[in-house]
């Protein structure tokens, strides 16, 4: 009896033991609940929402509104009032306009030299007839600047009361250089020269007899043997100018460009 107790004893204590551990609870729930809670909602939640609103906020505002405003802007304004204005008002200020009246000295002159573009193949002088009724000019008039010579017209040729006429200088001027005007071929006379204009310097010494300016000065028609018009750099003509100077001074000429229209 007391041994049937005993394995009855035995019998049910190991029963408990094996039914303890079968039926551990704590095991399982916690790995599945622990485990599977924490890492789903963690996950799901913290990645997706950062993400997705970091990325499309961020990228898109930022590049289409820089992109738009400043490329657009700033090249259509710049270009246009820089290039137009400034070719303009350069153009106009290097070639000055016709001057209305001259001061031309008619008890001494009546055509006198309103312009000249100077170049070693191709120079032009114009004439202008300074008084009120019309003056011929005879194929005795000469041009000279000393040692060249030549005819001034190959025929005659009437220039009406204040009115110019542009020929062709027979000789080579240079941007230093001068022309005297002559009803005739008597060159040392102050009574024949009719005009006169020295450019770029000084002419030379009268007594190198390189010059036409002692006879001019002598005529009253130059300021001095000394004066001349200056020239300004890259310019190739010179343009009677509105001073109201006598055209005896070199201030009454202004320096011009070689492309601009001498009358």
């Known amino acids: 009896m007391r041994a049937l107790l005993i394995t009855l004893v035995l019998f049910v204590a190991v029963g408990c033991d094996s039914s303890t551990i079968t039926t551990d609870a704590d095991a399982t729930p916690d790995a599945t609940s622990d485990v599977t809670a924490d890492t789903t909602p963690d996950a799901t939640p913290d990645a997706t929402p950062d993400a997705t609103p970091d990325a499309t906020p961020d990228a898109t505002p930022d590049a289409t509104p820089d992109a738009t405003p400043d ?11 820089d290039a137009t204005p400034d070719a303009t008002p350069d153009a106009t200020s290097t070639c000055p306009a016709r001057a209305a009246t001259l001061g031309v000295q008619l ?5 006198v030299i309103e312009a000249v573009r100077f170049s070693p193949t191709s120079p032009v002088a114009v004439l202008r007839n300074g008084t009120d009724a019309a003056v011929t000019i005879t194929t005795a008039w000469r041009w000279c600047s000393r040692p060249l010579y030549g005819p001034v017209v190959a025929e005659d040729v009437v220039i009406g009361a204040n009115e110019s006429l542009t020929v062709t200088v027979p000789f080579p001027l240079g941007a230093v250089d001068e022309l005297a005007l002559y009803n005739n071929s008597s060159y040392g006379s102050s009574n024949a020269i009719r005009a006169f204009v020295a450019w ?3 002419p030379p010494a009268p007594v190198t007899g390189l010059t036409r300016v002692d006879v001019a000065t002598t005529a009253g028609i130059w300021d001095g043997i000394l004066e001349f018009v200056p020239i300004a750099a890259g310019d190739g003509a010179i343009l009677a100018n509105d001073s109201g100077l006598l055209l005896a001074f ?14």
């Open 71 to 81: 490329a657009t802007p700033d090249a259509t304004p710049d270009a246009t009032p």
């Open 250 to 263: 070199p201030g009454a000429f202004s320096s011009i460009a070689a492309s601009c229209p001498l009358q």
């Open 107 to 111: 008890d001494r002159q009546d055509v």
């Open 200 to 202: 770029g310097a000084a």
